[in-house]
């Protein structure tokens, strides 16, 4: 079923068809790699080429995050970092006249801990526009979809190379936001290049949904995010991104440099 409302996140992805480019989604840790410099990151991001930030509130155990990710999550959580921290950090985001649409990222546990309804309402108070579970199977999703639709929040769902198409029909079925294409199995992290089955992916994607498809999982300079935006519409770009801020004095510029850099694909 599609979904039935648009928001901010859907918008995004029109923009960006219309200049016949991918959107620019970078992956940001919350707290990383200091709590007071992540709101003047998320400013740098959308005001350097962001179109679309995913967000990442950092979580204990981390199973599908590749270890430049992992690491700046553990480094986040040792400096105190929270999910209701996050949320501070996010209201001053949506108080400033940044225009990104803020997807979060996190793990399961983190929403049952907050408990999902105060969870999505967080969301909501935040503006918000997409949730990413990567621990949380499709079969399990139900209730947060349900709590999420009704705030006009899409979540998302992932693709891996390996499904079989019945299995991409069933998520390209309820997708709704975006689909995140991995594009290869395992965790995330930087490599040469992007796979040559995107394309055969992506074909078979589309056969059951026009929604959105955004690569993600080692993509990091702009000729790779030039090749990736061939077949896709949006670009995932996270552990590159968490490389360059790793020093809090030099961690702004860089961002925005590195920001200009692959937003600027030709
Ligand atoms: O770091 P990469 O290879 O650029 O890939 C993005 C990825 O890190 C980000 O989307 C992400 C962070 N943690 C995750 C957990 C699962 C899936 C995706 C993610």
């Known amino acids: ?96 006249e940044c225009t990104a649409s803020l997807v979060i990222m996190t793990y399961y546990n983190i929403l049952l801990q907050m408990g999902l309804e105060h969870f999505v309402e967080k969301c909501r108070f935040v503006g918000v526009r997409g949730v990413v579970v990567p621990d949380l199977p499709l079969e399990e999703s139900k209730t947060l979809k349900v709590l999420l639709d009704n705030a006009h929040i899409h979540l998302i769902h992932f693709v891996a190379p390996n499904l079989s198409d019945e299995r991409i029909k069933k998520i390209a079925q309820s997708a709704s936001g975006f689909i995140y294409l991995i594009s290869v199995t395992g965790v995330t992290g930087q490599r040469q290049n992007v796979p040559d089955n995107v394309a055969s992916l992506c074909a078979r994607i589309r056969q059951y949904t026009d929604t959105p498809i955004a690569l993600g999982f080692g993509i990091g300079h702009a000729e790779q995010v030039s090749q990736a935006a061939k077949n896709v519409d949006g670009v995932i770009v996270g552990s590159a991104l968490i490389k360059q801020i790793s020093e809090p004095e030099s961690a702004i510029d860089n961002a925005a440099v590195f920001l200009r850099e692959i937003s600027a694909y030709e």
Do not use: C, W
């Open 1 to 96: 079923m599609k979904a039935q409302f648009i928001n901010e996140l859907d918008q995004a992805f029109i923009n960006a068809k219309k200049r016949h480019r991918a959107a620019i989604m970078p992956f940001l840790t919350m707290g990383y790699p200091e709590e007071n410099l992540s709101l003047r990151l998320l400013q740098t991001l959308s005001d350097n080429g962001a179109d679309i930030i995913e967000v990442g509130i950092p979580y204990s155990d981390p199973l599908a995050d590749g270890p430049v990710i992992q690491a700046s999550s553990q480094a986040a959580l040792e400096r105190g970092m929270t999910p209701e921290k996050t949320f501070e950090i996010l209201t001053g985001y949506a108080d400033s």
